[in-house]
Nanobody, 128 residues
Framework: QVQLVESGGDSVQAGGSLRLSCVTS????????ITWFRQAPGKEREGVAG????????VYADSVEGRFTISRDKSKNTIYLEMNTLKPEDTATYYC?????????????????????WGQGTQVTVSS
């Protein structure tokens, strides 16, 4: 069982920055992908960025590559999503999720199908 708690969502102006945090439970196995997803009203949930907890390997969606950075602090059991140069289209509820399924491809990391554990979400609003 993996528990995930997100925080850090806020309202910002376009061009601004935010850092989201996802605290995982102490039982998190290192062989786990922790991925940030987002869902805007009326749209499907999409994968944004994922990190393999054991070795720090990262995967990004094309829409955020170069603007967002995912990282982890094992000592704090926390995954961060640093978001820079925010755009109004980044407005969404952001969720972190965990998958221990082995051998995920990049596409599978960013798809929600293989994730059994989810946080409650944190709202990010970017105004123009």
């Amino acid at each position: 069982q993996v528990q995930l708690v997100e925080s850090g969502g806020d309202s910002v102006q376009a061009g601004g920055s935010l850092r989201l945090s996802c605290v995982t439970s102490a039982s998190t196995d290192g062989r786990t992908w922790i991925t940030w997803f987002r869902q805007a009203p009326g749209k499907e949930r999409e994968g944004v960025a994922g990190i393999y907890y054991a070795n720090g390997k990262t995967v990004y969606a094309d829409s955020v590559e170069g603007r967002f950075t995912i990282s982890r602090d094992k000592s704090k059991n926390t995954i961060y999503l640093e978001m820079n140069t925010l755009k109004p289209e980044d407005t969404a509820t952001y969720y972190c999720a965990a998958s221990s399924r082995p051998g995920l491809t990049r596409g599978q990391v960013l798809a929600q199908d293989d994730y059994a554990y989810w946080g409650q979400g944190t709202q990010v609003t970017v105004s123009s």
